[in-house]
């Protein structure tokens, strides 16, 4: 499960430190840096993203199921493009938002 996950314990160690503001992850973290020239509609697919990894993670299923639940949301209208789909993405948002928080 994710609270026994070498993830969590990051995601722990990281609340104790005082939270980045969202202009120091555009500059320091390569998702941010993408995002600094990305269309609105771009900037907008990626939130959702997020939405589906903070879900994922708030729910502790594991991050392999990633890529088949952006699948089933795809398969139901919502817009995802074709990048950022993978279980190491997942990983990397879940992280960025451990960040913010």
Excluded: W
């Excluded at 320091?28 to 993670?57: C, D, Q």
């Excluded at 139901?76 to 913010?100: M, N, P, W």
């Amino acid at each position: 499960k994710h609270s026994k996950s070498d993830m969590h314990a990051k995601a722990v160690g990281i609340a104790s430190n005082k939270a980045k503001t969202l202009s120091e992850i555009y500059k320091s973290t390569p998702i941010g840096k993408a995002l600094v020239g990305a269309t609105a509609e771009e900037r907008n697919r990626v939130a959702k993203l997020f939405e589906i990894a903070y879900f994922t993670a708030s729910k502790e299923i594991p991050f392999s199921k990633f890529p088949g639940i952006v699948e089933l949301e795809k398969r139901h209208g919502v817009s995802l493009g074709s990048t950022y789909h993978t279980r190491q993405k997942c990983s990397d948002f879940t992280e960025v938002i451990a960040e913010t928080m």
